[in-house]
């Protein structure tokens, strides 16, 4: 049974259960800014053409929330409470993530990890798969740079 | 540059609504219809003195705009589609002052409608489950500001369910309002609702209704020839933009920008007016969660940076206050379909304008500001005011 990405392009799902997916985000060559999703145009300084780069596994809370409405929307979302957070990333961008943990595990400024949600299976039975970022364990962070499989 | 419009020779000649609220066996082309025809009443107009029109809805569905202008009749005249998400109905209005104020019409239409009842299917609210930013909704995203502001600045609940609460109690005396409480509503009836997303409880959120409104603006001369004794209410400025890149940008979810993109259109729209926020006598914000008020008092210039609890607690921003805000009970009471809102923001303001917002009126109301912040993201900021005679 595979896993496969609630939407394709937006972060990669390693063939180890164990490894955490990577947001695949872009560089700009000329200024340097980096982004998550994947842009073709830098929003900065408009320079056509960016660099692929995965962003860490690792960030910081700018701030979060506990929600208490359905995942979605949708009145049959089988999930009764969630957290929802901003999401500094090393490289600079922030993303907005839903959160694993219950609502007494988060605090504005806590170190978060990345791993995957399963949403639902879809008609192939394949899991569907979304990043969400829960609280860090400790050991070492998989940087920008670092070869698939060097996470703890 | 400063891309904010002054209007010129630009006047309303006519505001039209129908209450929000869920009208499930009422189509959008009735609802517009009966919007739309309230308007060319009040103007004193029938539809072959209009010659322009702007519809906007934020539906997903292709041609509603062109039908529903249908409904009142075949003239010939041409006719738009308007859609900025949340604030559709306020870029819908700028369209029109701007057809006018260029001198390409006379008389120029905005009319808005939309169903939140009929929101089905993979769009809308609630996005489809095959979208990477559908699972967090506006909600969240709105409570994720509500929680940085009181990490920031000791914001309080309590301060939140005030502004709640004011909004409620002004919805209870509009006739306009789909939320009419039987009963005064309190800081701590708002608190003990049920929670959304922390902290934000159900009751200071927006409801998801159904409605229409509609705004027809025309050159001064022509408004005060059909209607000599009313007060004349002018559109002064309009501002309108989309989101500036800064470090922290979030690309993904409901994004509505960051927050400073109210500050800059605030500012654009009043030096295009040349006046500034200690003029404005009246103000309607985008309080589809009652967090972004507060922030809104201080963005769009009606206090410091860190005052906006200040103003909430002396109770400025309610009856009597200072600077009234929201005074048909904003889009948390009076309602948010979507696209109608901001021509239904219009028609309280200029209500208010005309001296004519019986139970709430705003003492000797001159200037008046309606802003709004659409998803995608936009922001609009747009100024009114009245010459009495």
């Given at each position: 049974m595979a896993r496969v990405p609630i939407?394709?392009?937006f972060f990669r799902i390693p063939d180890d259960p164990d490894e955490p997916p990577r947001l695949l985000g872009s560089r700009c060559p000329s200024c340097g800014e980096a982004f998550f999703?994947?842009?073709?145009?830098?929003?900065?300084?408009?320079?056509?053409g960016t660099e692929d780069i995965e962003l860490s596994t690792r960030g910081t809370i700018h701030t979060w929330t506990y929600c208490h409405v359905p995942l979605f929307g949708k009145?049959?979302?089988?999930?009764?409470g969630y957290g929802v957070a901003q999401v500094d990333l090393p490289e600079g961008p922030r993303v907005q993530s839903i959160l694993f943990g219950?609502?007494?595990?988060f605090a504005i400024g806590m170190e978060v990890e990345i791993d995957l949600e399963t949403l639902r299976q879809n008609k192939d039975g394949d899991d569907v798969v979304i990043y969400r970022f829960r609280p860090a364990h400790a050991g070492a962070a998989a940087g920008p740079g670092s070869a698939p499989g060097s996470t703890s | 540059m400063s891309r904010g419009l002054t209007f010129e020779n630009v006047a309303v000649a006519g505001i039209g609504m129908v209450r929000f609220?869920?009208?499930?066996?009422?189509s959008y082309l009735h609802l517009a219809r009966d919007a739309g025809l309230a308007a060319l009443h009040d103007a004193g107009?029938?539809?072959?003195?209009?010659?322009e029109a702007f519809v906007g809805y934020i539906?997903?569905?292709?041609m509603l705009g062109i039908k529903a202008m249908k409904e009142l009749g075949l003239t010939g005249l041409p006719v738009t589609h308007i859609e900025n998400a949340s604030a559709t109905g306020l870029v819908a209005f700028r369209e029109a002052a701007w057809a006018v104020s260029s001198g390409r019409a006379n008389v120029a239409m905005a009319l808005c409608f939309d169903k939140m009842t009929d929101m089905?299917?993979?769009?809308?609210?609630?996005?489809?489950?095959?979208?990477?930013?559908?699972?967090?909704l506006p909600a969240a995203y709105f409570a994720l500001w509500a929680q940085r502001r009181m990490h920031e600045r000791g914001t309080t609940p309590e301060h939140f369910a005030a502004i709640a609460a004011k909004n409620w109690n002004y919805g209870s005396v509009s006739?306009?309002?789909?939320r009419q409480s039987d009963h005064v509503v309190t800081a701590e009836e708002v608190l003990a609702s049920?929670?959304?997303a922390e902290p934000l409880t159900a009751m200071m959120c927006c409801p998801a209704d159904d409605g229409a409104a509609c705004i027809i603006v025309a050159r001064e001369d022509l408004v005060r020839s059909r209607h000599p004794g009313r007060p004349l209410v002018r559109a002064i400025a309009s501002a309108l933009t989309s989101e500036t890149y800064s470090p922290?940008?979030?690309?993904?979810?409901?994004v509505v920008g960051p927050s400073s993109m109210t500050r800059a259109t605030a500012l654009e729209c009043y030096e295009a007016a040349a006046l500034?926020?200690?003029?404005?006598?009246v103000a309607y914000c985008?309080?589809?969660?009652?967090?972004e008020e507060l922030e809104y008092y201080e963005l769009l210039g009606?206090?410091?940076?860190?005052?906006a609890e200040k103003l909430v607690v002396e109770g400025e921003?309610?009856?009597?206050?200072?600077i009234p805000f929201n005074?048909?009970?904003?889009?948390?009471?009076?309602?948010?379909?979507?696209?109608?809102t901001g021509t239904a923001m219009l028609h309280e303001a200029v209500l208010q304008l005309r001296g004519e917002?019986?139970?709430?009126q705003v003492e000797n109301a001159r200037v008046a500001l309606t802003h709004l912040v659409g998803g995608g993201s936009i922001a609009t900021v747009n100024l009114l005011g009245v010459e009495r005679s």
């Open positions: 939407e394709p392009g999703p994947r842009r073709l145009v830098c929003a900065k300084c408009l320079h056509e009145k049959d979302a089988d999930v009764a219950g609502p007494d595990d | 609220g869920m009208y499930r066996d009422i107009l029938t539809l072959a003195d209009v010659d539906q997903p569905a292709p089905t299917g993979t769009s809308g609210r609630g996005a489809g489950r095959d979208q990477i930013d559908a699972p967090i006739p306009f309002a789909h049920r929670v959304v922290g940008h979030t690309f993904i979810g409901p500034g926020p200690e003029d404005v006598s985008h309080d589809a969660f009652v967090n009606f206090c410091a940076e860190g005052e921003t309610g009856p009597g206050g200072r005074t048909d009970g904003g889009l948390i009471a009076r309602g948010h379909p979507g696209g109608p917002a019986e139970g709430r």
